[in-house]
């Protein structure tokens, strides 16, 4: 699993630049995370996207929105994550391994942050060490290798047990944002080959 996490700032051509990775790309997840966002402004900017591809998208807020739409995949934040529960969350993310391993089976899939020091906020880095080689195979199917990530990581997060990987500051702080992508994901299928 391949995922696209958004800038949560404005970039020129956001939207024409994730729809050309959808449709390129058919495997790919897209993660909408844009804090500052309102639910009208996050509702313009999805109804700006081919809705073939809404099914791909999740989002990080505004659920009831996102679900009037027709969305189906919902990222629970961690902070509300054992105040507000429902069945509908696709994914969360795990700050700490043992907290993973504790509540992994409840999500589709979650994210491992940070695994190395973050390209988009800097000084954040974890102090957890995100070894999930001896982790059930359940586990390592579901985990998501979040922060850091970039062509020079992505052998690492490998060696470190990790299948799938998600992807916000190397993509989005390059000069051409699809041209990275597309290498991001060559690399990512190299990777997956050489077992």
């Known amino acids: 699993m391949i995922v696209l996490i958004s800038s949560e700032e404005s970039i020129s051509n956001e939207i024409k630049i994730v729809e050309k ?4 790309f058919p495997e790919v997840l897209f993660h909408l995370r844009k804090p500052m966002m309102t639910e009208l402004q996050m509702e313009n900017w999805l109804k700006n996207i081919d809705k073939s591809h809404y099914k791909r998208i999740s989002t990080h807020q505004h659920h009831r929105a996102a679900e009037k739409l027709g969305l189906t995949l919902l ?3 961690e902070m509300i994550r ?6 509908a969350f696709s994914s969360t993310s795990f700050h700490q391994k043992k907290e993973a391993e504790k509540e992994y089976k ?4 979650f994210f491992c942050s940070p695994v ?3 390209i988009s906020k800097p000084n954040y ?5 995100w070894n999930i080689q001896n982790c059930p195979v359940d586990f390592k199917e579901k985990a998501v290798a979040l922060g850091g990530l970039d062509l020079s990581t992505i052998a690492k997060a490998k060696e470190l047990g990790f299948q799938n990987f998600a992807f ?3 993509v989005w702080e390059s000069a ?3 041209d990275q992508f597309s290498l991001i994901h060559k690399t990512c299928l190299e990777n997956a080959q050489s077992v």
């Open 21 to 24: 990775i959808l449709i390129q």
């Open 75 to 77: 990222h629970q934040k």
């Open 82 to 87: 054992n105040i507000e529960f429902s069945s």
């Open 106 to 109: 409840t999500f589709d899939y």
């Open 116 to 118: 190395f020091q973050s």
């Open 125 to 129: 880095a974890s102090s957890e060490h």
């Open 168 to 170: 916000l500051g190397a």
């Open 176 to 178: 051409n944002p699809f």
